[in-house]
């Protein structure tokens, strides 16, 4: 799977999908820079035997014909934090409802903006749990430069330029 920046991806987790903007890939480290737009709660569990990838595809296309009647629960995540995740957990979204979703929650005037970055936490530390080998693994690889603070000869890093400070600035660290 080939990722490009401004792609729409997602991550799927129990009953969630967490839809992101892929904004720089760093292929060395096979690590995707993505920035999380749309939390969809609800869908009908993925490790269900009797449900499919179409099954919940469908939930996400009636709730974007019929929010009103839908039973998902949308998280719009604007100025949240970003993730720098390994790429090998990220789907690229092909559909088109993400877009109605998201146009559909921007014109929502009772959107929680607290309940939504509380939704995403308790999303990113749930699938963080259950994919521990997956960011180990990712960490722990072969040809990847390890850190050492002693080597003598490692060049000075360039200084951050005020808008990379204020995205830093912005990322909040979850701790286990």
Same mark, same amino acid.
């Given at each position: ?17 967490l ?70 957990? &990220?789907?690229? *979204?092909?559909?088109?409802? @993400?877009?109605?979703? =998201?146009?559909r929650?921007? +014109?929502?005037?009772?959107? #929680?903006?607290l ?11 749930s &699938?963080?749990? *259950?994919?521990?080998?997956? @960011?180990k693994?990712? =960490?722990?690889?072969?040809? +990847?430069?390890?850190?050492? #603070? ?15 400070e ?11």
């Amino acid at each position: 799977m080939s990722i490009a920046p401004s792609q729409i991806l997602y991550l799927e987790h129990g009953s969630s999908r967490l839809y992101a903007e892929a904004i720089q890939i760093v292929e060395a480290r096979r690590l995707c820079w993505a920035r999380p737009t749309l939390l969809i709660h609800g869908l009908p569990e993925e490790n269900s035997s009797e449900t499919s990838l179409a099954d919940r595809q469908a939930a996400i296309a009636h709730a974007a014909t019929h929010l009103e009647t839908s039973t998902l629960s949308l998280y719009n995540l604007k100025d949240g934090p970003d993730l720098i995740w390994p790429t090998a957990l &990220f789907s690229i *979204a092909f559909d088109i409802d @993400f877009f109605a979703l =998201l146009i559909r929650l921007k +014109l929502s005037p009772d959107d #929680s903006q607290l309940r939504s970055q509380q939704q995403l936490s308790a999303f990113v530390r749930s &699938f963080w749990l *259950a994919h521990t080998d997956t @960011f180990k693994l990712n =960490l722990a690889e072969p040809g +990847l430069p390890e850190s050492n #603070s002693s080597a003598p000869d490692l060049p000075k890093p360039e200084p951050l330029t005020p808008e990379i400070e204020n995205k830093i600035s912005s990322i909040h660290l979850l701790s286990s």
